[in-house]
C-alpha cells in the first residue's frame, strides 16, 4: 500500500517553481496586484482609484516636463523690495 508522505521543503519549492513557470506574465501580474492589495488592506474599488490617480499625477508630471522644460521656473521666486506693499 502507498502512503502520501508530506513534500519536503525541496520538493515544495520545486513545485512552486513548476507553477510560476506554467503561468503567464499577466497571470503573474495578477496574483502581485491581489497580493499587494491584500497586504495594504484595499478593496477592488479603492486600488483601481490609486492606479487612476496615479496615471493622472504621472500624465500630469509628463505634460508639466513638456511645457516647462527649457524654462528656469524659479525665477519668479526671488523677492525684491517693495514687492508687497
Do not use: C
Request: charged share 40%.
Amino acid at each position: 500500500m502507498n502512503e502520501i508522505r508530506p513534500m519536503s521543503g525541496d520538493e515544495r519549492r520545486r513545485a512552486l517553481e513548476k507553477e510560476l513557470y506554467n503561468m503567464n506574465r499577466d497571470e503573474i501580474d495578477a496574483v502581485s496586484l491581489v497580493s499587494q492589495m491584500k497586504r495594504l488592506n484595499l478593496t477592488r474599488a479603492e486600488a483601481l482609484e490609486a492606479m487612476e490617480e496615479k496615471a493622472n499625477d504621472k500624465q500630469f508630471q509628463k505634460d508639466l516636463d513638456a511645457t516647462y522644460r527649457n524654462m528656469i521656473v524659479d525665477s519668479w521666486d526671488y523677492w525684491h523690495e517693495g514687492d508687497i506693499d
